[in-house]
């Protein structure tokens, strides 16, 4: 008669593994298989941390419409660590190979399509008479003090493709000591200035006493290691036309159409005639986003010199002033 209690081969060997894989570790398999027993199953909820998710949105103010605008500037939060869980693991890599780098590239690609395709949650998501009320309430926060963004940039090229594009040359062979001071000259500081005196904002302020000495220190630990850099090294015949396209890719994702998708909200809330209104944080928004004043290219050697002098200007053409078909390629 088979005696029911008996385990089947595959559970004993699997108890030997686990048994092997304690004692090498100087522990008792029996008692971590105790604390299996006492265990509650997981949960979905308590796996994703549900309740605690949901009630990180705290508005300010009783206008609906600013859960919306917490909500989704969450979400992008979320897809900017994804990007940098990727960016990280090329910066980590010792041996990068081609294909590697291809997937990792693709990733953080879907990621930003997902956010520039979202983005009309904020562009026809809020009502404008709502968003004009309750920004008022924010002051002087902005989302220009993501400080996962600005990592992002980091992780991506070097430093110099950063710095104001009037200064980039001059700091085109700089080395891992030029990190601090170039800090000073990065082209997102003169966006965070007062439109009246053109002095830093209190946006920019509160955002350098918090994350200054995060950035320099990435930048520093990225100096080697940032995505152009890897892509550089790579052997000639490892450079792709695929990976060539998708880094192509990533530099209009992330520094065309995500600034613009930006761009098209704030000329759908903030413009207005005669005067523009300012962003919640002060940023001269009109300066700062259209891609054509930075002309801000992660990759320069993948971009002809008439690409990148027409940086950003068919998007501007198909999405914002309507001059060409909605079928144009951005």
């Known amino acids: 008669m088979a005696n029911h209690d008996a385990f089947d081969s595959g559970v004993l060997e699997r108890l030997g593994l686990l048994r092997d894989k304690y004692a090498a570790m100087g522990q008792d398999l029996v008692s971590y298989l105790d604390g299996l027993l006492h265990a509650d199953f997981p949960t979905y909820w308590d796996y994703v941390n549900l309740d605690t998710l949901l009630s990180l949105q705290h508005p300010v103010t009783p206008f609906p419409d600013e859960e919306i605008f917490i909500t989704y ?8 660590k994804l990007s940098l869980h990727e960016l990280r693991q090329i910066h980590e890599a010792v041996d990068m190979d081609a294909s590697s780098m291809l997937t990792k590239v693709t990733r953080v690609n879907r990621y930003f399509e997902n956010l520039v395709s979202s983005f009309d949650i904020m562009v026809d998501g809020l009502d404008r008479g709502q968003f004009l009320k309750f920004r008022m309430s924010l002051l002087p926060s902005s989302g220009f003090q ?75 630990n990225r100096f080697y290691t940032n995505l152009r850099k890897k892509w550089l090294g790579l052997p000639e015949d490892e450079q792709t036309d695929a990976l060539k396209e998708a880094l ?49 290219i992660f990759f320069p050697e993948l971009w002809t010199d008439q690409e990148k002098a027409d940086w950003g200007k068919k998007w501007v053409l198909t999405h914002v002033t309507h001059h060409s078909s909605p079928t144009s390629k951005s």
């Not at 500037?73 to 900017?80: D, K, S």
């Not at 594009?165 to 200035?193: C, K, P, S, V």
């Not at 002060?282 to 891609?291: D, H, I, V």
Request: net charge negative; hydrophobic share 35%; glycine share 4%.
């Open 73 to 80: 500037h969450q979400i992008t939060e979320l897809y900017f």
């Open 248 to 296: 192509r890719n990533l530099d209009e994702l992330v520094n065309v159409h995500w600034p613009l998708s930006h761009y098209r909200s704030a000329v759908r809330h903030l413009q207005s005639n005669p005067v523009d209104i300012a962003a919640t944080g002060g940023t001269n928004w009109q300066q700062y986003l259209p891609p054509r004043f930075q002309s801000l």
């Open 146 to 220: 993501s400080v996962q963004y600005r990592l992002v940039e980091i992780a991506c090229t070097s430093m110099d493709r950063l710095v104001h594009q009037e200064l980039r040359d001059n700091h085109a062979e700089h080395g891992l000591d030029d990190i601090e001071e170039m800090f000073d000259a990065l082209y997102w500081r003169r966006g965070a200035t007062e439109l009246a005196t053109g002095e830093p904002t209190l946006t920019l302020k509160q955002f350098e006493a918090k994350y200054r000495g995060k950035i320099v220190d990435f930048a520093e």
